[in-house]
């Protein structure tokens, strides 16, 4: 899909809002939602994290809006410096994208991204999400981490699998496709020029 680093940066750019949006979501209201209003004796998850003054984060409470910033900043540069390229070369290690279907190609780098992706946020997030207020142990962030790699590498294996990519690519061949439809003008013209050499 993207040609340049222009594309690769703006393709980041859209995985990772959609992406945030959908993991914020996902730990507060599915993950938490419940024990946040039991501990805070609120009717739903907005209020029992207004009740609490925001989310947890270094054992601050931070309003939602900066939860989101927060992991959009961590996500943005984690997937531009490792897991975008590093997934297409596991990719690449599989499968030949000149001569295997497309559909199999990204299909193998959604899952090299979800495998590489899912395990480094969520060790992030252990970090972040840490009960500080109880003192620390290296041993309580190990087994936060390992928990939430449970909780979200199957919702971030399906969500990226069958929404969030086939979105994105979506989004990303609207925005880009006068370039797309050009590429697709020059690659008879080249192929006619490596069958002539």
């Known amino acids: 899909m993207p040609r ?3 594309q690769r940066m703006v393709f980041a750019f859209l995985t990772v809002v959609v992406t945030v949006h959908a993991y914020v979501f996902y730990s507060l209201y599915v993950i ?9 004796g609120a009717d739903s998850v907005l209020a ?14 931070v309003p939602i809006w900066a939860v989101i910033l927060i992991e959009f900043c961590l996500a943005y540069l984690l997937e531009v410096l490792m897991g975008s ?29 979800v495998g590489l992706m899912c ?8 970090w972040l999400y840490y009960p500080y207020y109880s003192g620390f142990s ?4 190990l087994a936060n981490w390992l928990k939430l790699v449970c909780y979200n590498f199957p919702f971030a294996f399906f ?14 061949k609207l925005i880009f496709r006068k370039d ?12 006619k020029v490596s069958d002539s050499l």
């Open 4 to 6: 340049n680093q222009f």
């Open 119 to 126: 395990p480094a946020m969520s060790f992030l997030a252990a």
């Open 180 to 191: 797309i439809a050009a590429r697709k003008e020059n690659e008879p013209q080249l192929e």
């Open 138 to 141: 290296f041993v309580t962030l």
């Open 48 to 61: 029992a994290i207004r009740q609490q003054g925001g989310v947890y984060v270094f054992g601050k409470p």
């Open 159 to 172: 969500t990226q699998l069958f929404f969030i990519q086939p979105l994105i690519r979506t989004v990303f």
């Open 85 to 113: 390229p590093c997934s297409f070369k596991l990719a690449c290690k599989v499968f030949n994208p000149a001569k295997d279907h497309p559909m199999l190609f990204e299909s193998a780098v959604i899952c090299a991204t």
């Open 32 to 40: 938490n939602g419940s024990v946040l209003m039991s501990v805070n």
